[in-house]
């Protein structure tokens, strides 16, 4: 019995080593003392997955840069940046659990996400209860933030974009009537395609249809015939990559030709494949066009195609310019705790990131500029901008006011 | 190879097994409690000796899976169903490099993929020194130490002191391995919430031999029930605007009061499924279960008041491991004796053959009534705690899916056994944790397992078996505790 | 509300009630067959919408080769899937061949998800090209055409089978008496398996003319659509292939005409799912054993 146990000493002191052993202690230059863990919940699977592609592709490119650099610098010491990411599925529910694992499982600083309201408004939630900081950089339905001190954000919000795109279409089109079709089981779309109807409303375009469909549905012919049967000048439909080419090819099918707009849930690329030629010449707002980029953005911008060997859409454009403003509260904090962390990105006041130059308001929402974007044979080609009244403050801006 | 490997092992331990033939379970209880101290002593230092930066937290299980999480199968077939942004040129060669290139992050994840990710092996020699060293070492040690002595003091116990020192040391146990606010509090919770839901569903599908796929549905409505009754009533939320009630009463009164009403009203959707098992058996009842499933998550999605589909925000976040405790015992001792009264008989009765059951005497109505209103009852409850936990209730949580956990809950455990269901649904947690960082593979490897379970051990792992807990009373004592349902062993199915 | 709006939705409903109706086909097949409710019908009609994508992106077949590929490989699959995980428990339990069934069916669509990847996918612009055609002020595309068109002439050609036929004449008989075929010198075994061929090589027809119609395809296209097309089966009177039929049809009609009706009362397309729902549990309280199905009598 003993000599066995004894064997057994000697066969696992000989295994461990071999068998990679303890990991290594830190050996690169830079003298790490701690690390700083960020969460980071993307839909790596469900419906929308090409976004949390993006997302962790730009989310490892903050982090692997900032390492670089020695990692963050918090009192003269070195900590190691790490990423815990979690798969939301897209799904609210899931995203909920994810941030609860990541909150209280792996005890992570701050949480970078979720993208879409769908699940960044119920996460937005759990996050704020449990005191832990959050930006989520693509959410742009006001509830994501509101009343919550915890919850901040990168991208605009639809009370900003609604009015934008409702204003293209009645400069760009002259249109008199507008339909909607949008998503009633999920945030974003909702929250959007009411301030688009109010906003067009008060711009003098008449709502002739509002019609609502269900997540994951497929077909909309029903909706699209009462739509075409309502005569109205433009379609606005503010969804996903992947309905978007289901809708507009549903209603060109049953004969509608008038054009249809949409808002920045358009922007992933693999829309273009997607849709093909169906969708050449449609206009969408969103938040950066890589085509007409300052320096800030060119650097990012080159950085990401020379690793990933695409352009970087919006949301990893977003989801960048999030890592840098929680390093830059964390460095402004001089501390890893959550509460001190939270203090520092509500004092931000003006940031310079990829998506432009934005400015906080009282909720910590960014006041900043909208692109509007035109689909041209397989490209998004920038058209015009769009920026709230009175900004970019002073000449810090490059781009014009369009509207 | 592997049967010698087994017969060594078994030779090793036989004198092992030996001597602990018979202990009885305060025993071990103690043996593991005197670990948990001993972890919450050296547990964190002695983690860190062994290079983990955390305790582990499942026993190491969860740890041993993560370095595999890298892997990404996608590869494989994606080539042959390329979406439109992939450019195939020679499906079969991108294939086949993909597996390699799988292989190689494969054996990458057994051994060494990183300063900071350990391999596969060394993360397991590790979880097993760790385990070996904080937990089984010290149990056996105390065991075997004490074995004598409490063999002979359980003798001179009264029944209700047996039980309620049992009970005790459980409790202990629990709160001191699991109560950390963290991971293991998680878990433990979702596993009280998951026994729930099997050993109710058990009631129905296992000892009345209904076959109820909709599960989820009665767990969607206690769910909601509850959490707009202490929206409503004790919290300031977006929805509902501020309380009714002070807020301090929330908690216990408003708490219980709350997932009580979420059960009976649970319960109430329930005789939607009741009313139709008078009349239909079998496969339409099923039918019958699955579309009261499918209704329910409907319904809520069209009320707007509760934020339809978009889900209700701002649940109190008052589901802790007491709470869980107390519902999840309440609920088996429930069940339990439900089906151990003349009333079971009846139940199982209807199970075995419904006509002759109604010849006896038994009055079939009213005994599928009580044990659907039970059955959903329960899940009520459960949706009631699982919405307090998650602080965020949707309806899409109540799918399906959720439906067909319950269901592979129920047939690993067995039909018709609680400590079946009981086990089942701690086996099921800890794999599904334990899963994760596998991520879709996880959805892969527990239906293989539902498949796998139902071709060659139909019965599941303890079918119309009780598993026999030795509380090590004296033979007057413990005489009562005969199962029922082992004279029901041969007579299985249809 | 014009004629032409009408005409419309009519024609919107038939595409949708036939895509519908050529999987509750193979529902109620297998069900009249086995007694077995194939969870995981849903799913091989993903499967089958995949298959096309192989054909139709890698092998660069057009529309026609494509669909007979699709189908012929998805038979093979629905005839393995049978062997493999149906067969061993002819003789257990039938609730185990139903949670078995379910089983298939999340590891069906999980693990196309796991081995293929998330993205949706579609099938080439040259595949099917769609053209609109205005005939009396509604429009009208070929794919519409295509859809209906082909539906009905599987299901004739179904139907032909089962009634004409001496395989078919098989099908119906060991429905009728699965003990006593056997007997008769019919191999049981071979007639399930036919049976399972004509149904899913349906199925992976209707997933194919699903993505023609709605080319965003993804793994789990298949679990909301097998579902509907489930409670089309058992409204029809499951088992029944007329009936089958007919309750896809009656279905697709429920869904595109609460939308077209219901919205000016502010019923949305949520209310989709609740209704048919709501549909299957009043028929099955009405009539227990659907529109075309013959009670059973269980023997005491």
């Known amino acids: 019995m003993n000599k066995r146990l004894l064997t057994l000493v000697l066969v696992l002191a000989i295994i461990l080593p071999v068998f990679g052993g303890l990991p290594a202690a830190a050996q690169d230059e830079c003298d790490f003392v701690g690390e700083a863990v960020i969460g980071v919940i993307a839909p790596l699977t469900g419906d929308i997955p090409k976004v949390g592609e993006s997302t962790v592709q730009a989310a490892e490119m903050a982090v692997d840069e900032i390492n670089a650099e020695c990692g963050l610098e918090i009192d003269g010491e ?151 049967a309502a005569e109205p000048d433009v379609i606005f439909t503010p969804q996903y990559y992947n309905e978007v080419p289901l809708i507009v090819q549903q209603a060109r099918e049953l004969g ?104 906080f308001d009282e909720q910590g929402d960014p006041i900043k500029c909208a692109v509007i974007i035109q689909i041209q044979d397989g490209e998004f080609t920038y058209y015009d901008s769009a920026c709230p009244p009175g900004f970019p403050p002073e000449d810090m801006g490059s781009e014009e006011s369009g509207s | 190879m592997l049967s010698a490997i087994r017969n060594r092992f078994s030779r090793l331990v036989a004198p092992l097994r030996e001597r602990l033939q018979g202990t009885p379970l305060l025993v071990y ?44 199968f996608s590869g494989i077939l994606g080539p042959f169903f390329p979406s439109p942004s992939m450019t195939v040129s020679n499906p079969v060669s991108q294939s086949a490099g993909a597996i390699g290139d799988l292989i190689q992050t494969f054996v990458n994840a057994l051994f060494y993929q990183g300063r900071r990710d350990p391999g596969f092996f060394s993360v397991l020699i590790r979880v097993v020194v760790y385990d070996l060293v904080i937990y089984v070492l010290p149990t056996l040690i105390i065991v075997l130490l004490l074995r004598g002595v409490i063999t002979r003091f359980l003798r001179t116990l009264p029944r209700w002191a047996n039980i309620g020192i049992h009970l005790v040391l459980f409790y202990l146990i629990i709160v001191g391995w699991g109560g950390d606010g963290g991971t293991r509090e998680l878990v433990l919770i979702f596993m009280g919430i998951n026994i729930m839901l099997s050993v109710s569903l058990n009631l129905v599908n296992g000892y009345m031999g ?21 929206m409503v009533l004790f919290a300031d939320t977006r929805v509902f605007g501020p309380p009714l009630l ?89 069940i339990y004796n439900l089906v151990n009264s003349t009333f079971g ?114 019965q599941g792992l303890f079918g119309f078996r009780e598993l026999n807990l030795n509380l090590g009373m004296s033979r007057s004592a413990s005489r009562k505790k005969i199962v029922t349902s082992e004279a029901s062993d041969a007579i299985t199915g249809d | 509300m014009d004629l032409n709006f009408l005409v419309q939705q009519f024609l919107n409903a038939l595409q949708l009630g036939s895509l519908y109706a050529l999987i509750a086909l193979g529902y109620t097949m297998v069900y009249g067959v086995l007694l077995l409710i194939n969870f995981a ?112 002439l599987l299901f004739l050609g179904l139907y032909a089978i089962v009634q004409r036929t001496k395989w078919g004449m098989a099908m119906r008989a060991i429905s009728y008496d699965k003990f006593a075929v056997p007997l008769m010198g019919v191999s049981q075994d071979q007639i399930i398996s036919l049976t399972f061929i004509l149904g899913t090589g349906l199925a992976a027809a209707a997933g194919i003319l699903w993505g023609v119609a709605f080319p965003v395809l993804n793994p789990y296209m298949g679990l909301r659509v097998g579902w509907k097309a489930f409670i089309a089966a058992v409204v029809g009177g499951i088992g029944d292939i007329r009936g089958a039929f007919l309750g896809g049809l009656l279905l697709g009609f429920v869904e595109i005409f609460v939308v077209a009706l219901g919205q000016p009362f502010g019923i949305s397309s949520t209310w989709r799912d609740p209704i048919a729902f709501a549909l299957l549990l009043i028929i099955l309280v009405v009539r227990p054993t659907g529109l075309f199905g013959v009670a059973r009598r269980q023997k005491v």
Request: charged residues 15%; negative net charge.
């Open chain 1, 78 to 228: 070195n900590y190691e940046v790490i990423i815990v990411v979690e798969d939301n599925e897209s799904k609210a529910e899931s995203s909920v659990a994810a941030a609860t694992r990541l909150i209280v499982d792996e005890e992570v600083i701050a949480i970078i996400g979720p993208q879409s309201s769908k699940q960044a408004v119920p996460t937005g939630q759990v996050a704020n209860d449990r005191e832990t900081p959050m930006i989520s950089p693509w959410s742009t339905n006001p509830n994501t933030t509101l009343d919550r001190p915890w919850v901040f954000r990168v991208a605009f919000l639809d009370p900003f974009q609604g009015p934008v795109d409702a204003n293209f279409a009645k400069e760009e089109f002259g249109a008199e009537t507008a339909a909607v079709l949008y998503d009633i089981a999920s945030d974003y779309p909702k929250g959007l395609a009411e301030n688009f109807r109010d906003a067009a409303e008060e711009a003098g375009i008449e709502i002739v249809a509002f019609e609502s469909f269900t997540t994951g549905d497929t077909d909309f012919s029903s909706q699209l015939t009462n739509i075409i």
């Open chain 1, 256 to 359: 509608y030709e008038g054009p249809i707009i949409g808002s920045d849930s358009w922007g992933t690329p693999d829309l273009l494949d997607l849709c093909g030629d169906a969708c050449n010449g449609l206009f969408f707002s969103t938040h950066y066009a890589p085509d007409i980029a300052t320096d800030v953005a060119q650097t990012f911008i080159q950085a990401y195609e020379e690793r990933y060997d695409e352009r970087p859409d919006d949301v990893a454009a977003l989801t960048y310019d999030a890592f840098q403003m929680l390093f830059t509260a964390i460095e402004n904090a001089q501390s890893l705790e959550r509460e001190d962390i939270r203090d520092a990105l509500a004092s931000i006041e003006l940031f310079e990131g990829v998506t432009g130059i934005m400015s």
């Open chain 2, 29 to 72: 209880q103690l043996g593991i409690l005197g670990a948990v101290v001993i972890e919450q002593w050296v547990g964190k230092d002695f983690a860190r000796t062994l290079a983990f930066r955390k305790i582990p937290k499942l026993f190491g299980i969860v740890d041993i899976f993560e370095p595999f999480s890298n892997l990404d």
């Open chain 2, 210 to 230: 209904e076959f109820s796929v909709g599960h989820a549905g009665f767990m969607a409505v206690g769910a909601y029930v509850s959490s707009v009754i202490t």
């Open chain 2, 246 to 334: 002070p807020p301090e009463w929330g908690l216990p009164f408003g708490f219980i009061i709350a997932l009580i009403a979420g059960g009976i009203a649970a319960a109430i959707a329930g005789l939607l499924v009741a009313f139709p098992s008078f009349r239909t058996r079998g496969d339409y009842l099923a039918i019958v279960t699955l579309a009261v499933n499918f209704i329910v998550q409907g319904v809520i999605n069209n009320l707007e008041v509760v934020g339809g589909p978009r889900g209700l925000n701002g649940v109190p976040l008052w589901t802790n491991l007491n709470w869980t405790l107390l519902f999840t015992l309440i609920s088996l001792g429930l």
């Open chain 2, 345 to 458: 008989k009846g139940i199982i009765a209807v199970r075995e053959d419904e006509i002759a059951a109604e010849l006896m005497g038994v009055n079939t109505r009213r005994v599928k009534l009580v044990a659907f209103l039970v059955s959903s009852f329960i899940a009520g409850m459960a949706g009631g705690l699982f919405a307090h936990q998650l602080a965020y209730v949707n309806p899409g949580v109540f799918g399906i899916l959720k439906s067909t956990e319950v269901l592979v809950m129920v047939y690993l455990g067995g039909m018709g056994s609680i400590s079946g269901s009981v086990i089942a649904a701690v086996i099921f947690t800890i794999l599904i944790e334990a899963l994760r960082p596998l991520a879709v593979l996880k959805w892969v490897v527990v239906p293989l397992i539902l498949i796998l379970l139902m071709i060659y051990r139909p």
């Open chain 3, 41 to 152: 019908h849903g799913d091989i009609f993903m499967v089958g919408a995949f298959l096309g994508v192989f054909g139709s992106m890698v092998l660069n077949l057009p529309f026609v080769p494509t669909l007979l590929l699709s189908m012929v490989l998805t038979a093979i699959l629905g005839v393995v899937i049978e062997r493999v995980a149906y067969k061993p428990l002819r003789h257990a339990s039938r609730l185990s061949a139903v949670i078995t069934a379910l089983g298939v069916g999340l590891l069906l669509e999980n693990g196309m998800l796991a081995l293929t990847g998330a993205d949706p996918r579609n099938y080439p612009e040259n595949f099917i090209v769609t053209e609109t055609y205005d005939v009396a002020g509604f429009s009208i595309s070929n794919v519409k055409i295509l859809i209906i068109v082909l539906s009905i």
